[in-house]
């Protein structure tokens, strides 16, 4: 059991064993030798069919040959070089041909600083300070957005370290709740300067918004003077070439972006109307900066990720996300289970509740603990899916019908063990 050995090794110089908390499940986590494909190995030999896809970015699958054939060539001629790049231009090109809010896109390196970084836009284009968040939603781990937050952190009390005086500025509403939100801009519009969310919540699970909702919000916010920021570092790329803002039909001003924009390397970006856009320095006064931003390796994997998708490509996978979640809710109803499959073109997650999840106090009414059960069952039986009822399944181009055929055989077996 190499894996078991590593993970208490790890411990030691690593804490919790781990760079990031949810990546730490019981009773320890494998150990990766590689990964093509649908495929993933461990230390100790096993392979599973992944459905975590490192949590989002890997739409393509693991190491698509013709991505990093691009790659390998990107390398020898040097990693970077705080200078631009003409690839970086492509790459933003083509942002703004898919994406309907960009006009100008600055790239990061995650999608934490993404987000970060649209705040400090929409506070300083709005001249505001508050900013409107809802309950589970995940924006990354920066200090502004680091309450009643989706992730790792939906199982863990808010955050030691984080100043009063920061969270303060940072107001939560529950989610598909038109009447909470109309009280909270009632009260505190005049200083409000965004409202960031989710379009679809990816971290609590799969949650979309209710008919209309989006439409709502975007009302809203323009007539109080509040930009409205889609954090699409999940959905952007994934439901649609141009994210959550093509599938649902709602232009925000500023989206952010992450996870696939980097084709399997570190990148985000955030995006959105000239006007606002220009605000960034060295154009305008609003500071951003970084010493990998538009890291020319990231750059040219993101290209070559980004020009692969096309409709043809979505039309192939989100028939895949139809079949896995048709296949779970018959499952589901032929065994009379108090469950529910939810998700969207290439997303999927159970709800271990009876009830529908429109919000973070639903799912938070979930059976955590019998998912946990179900995750080490599927993990048993080769099927790799994120360890936590508060996260999203993906798929990718590189899953076969064989493989979707072993691993919904995998579902039924392990929610049998799991609701026994
Ligand atoms: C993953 C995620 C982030 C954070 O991105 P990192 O690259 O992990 O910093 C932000 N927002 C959403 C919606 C995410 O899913």
Redesign the pocket.
């Known amino acids: 059991m190499k894996s078991e050995e590593l993970f208490k090794e790890s411990q030691n110089y690593l804490p919790g064993g781990v760079d990031s908390p949810v990546r730490a499940f019981k009773p320890h986590p494998f150990f990766v030798e590689k990964a093509e494909g649908s495929q993933l190995w461990d230390v100790d030999g096993n392979v599973y069919t992944d459905y975590c896809l490192g ?2 970015p890997l739409i393509m699958g693991h190491a698509p040959s013709q991505i990093m054939k691009g790659v390998s060539e990107q390398i020898k001629k040097g990693t970077t070089y705080g200078a631009p790049t003409q690839n970086e231009i492509e790459l933003a090109k083509v942002v703004i041909n898919k994406v309907p809010c960009a006009d100008m896109v600055r790239f990061v390196n ?6 970060m970084s649209a705040i400090r836009l929409a506070r300083g284009f709005t001249g505001k300070n508050k900013i409107v968040k809802f309950e589970g ?5 920066h200090d502004y957005v680091l309450v009643k937050s989706g ?1 790792g952190a939906a199982c863990l009390p808010d955050s030691l370290g984080i100043p009063e005086d920061t969270t303060k500025n940072t107001l939560s509403a529950p989610f598909n709740d038109p009447e909470a939100l109309k009280d909270l801009i009632e009260s505190q519009g005049h200083d409000i300067a965004a409202i960031i969310l ?1 379009p679809v919540m ?2 609590i699970g799969c949650i979309e918004p209710e008919k209309g909702y989006l439409e709502f919000l975007r009302k809203i916010t323009a007539e109080n003077d509040i930009l409205l920021i889609f ?1 699409e ?2 959905t952007g790329f994934r439901v649609a070439e141009g994210g959550a803002q093509e599938y649902y039909g709602v232009t925000p001003d500023l989206v ?1 972006l ?2 696939i924009i980097g084709g399997g390397f ?1 990148m ?1 970006a955030f995006a959105g109307k000239r006007e606002i856009m220009e605000m960034i320095a060295p154009s305008g006064s609003v500071y951003q900066a970084g010493t990998f931003n538009g890291n020319p390796i990231s750059v040219n994997a993101g290209l070559a990720t980004l020009n692969e998708l096309n409709s043809g490509f979505y039309r192939t996978l989100n028939k895949k996300g139809h079949k896995i979640r048709s296949a779970i809710a018959d499952i589901i109803e032929d065994n009379d289970y108090d469950l529910n499959v939810v998700g969207l073109s290439s997303m999927f997650q159970i709800y271990f509740n009876k009830n529908p999840v429109k919000n973070y106090a639903d799912a938070k009414k979930s059976d955590a603990d019998k998912f946990l059960t179900y995750f080490r069952e599927l993990l048993q039986q080769g099927v790799f899916i994120p360890p936590s009822q508060f996260e999203c399944c993906f798929l990718s181009q590189a899953h076969s019908t064989q493989d979707l055929e072993k691993t919904i055989e995998a579902i039924a077996s392990s929610l049998q063990v799991a609701l026994d």
Do not use: L, Q, W
């Open positions: 949590y989002g995650s999608g934490t600083e993404a987000t939603a995940y924006h990354g781990a992730s989710e990816g971290n954090d570092v999940i952010t992450g996870k570190p985000g």
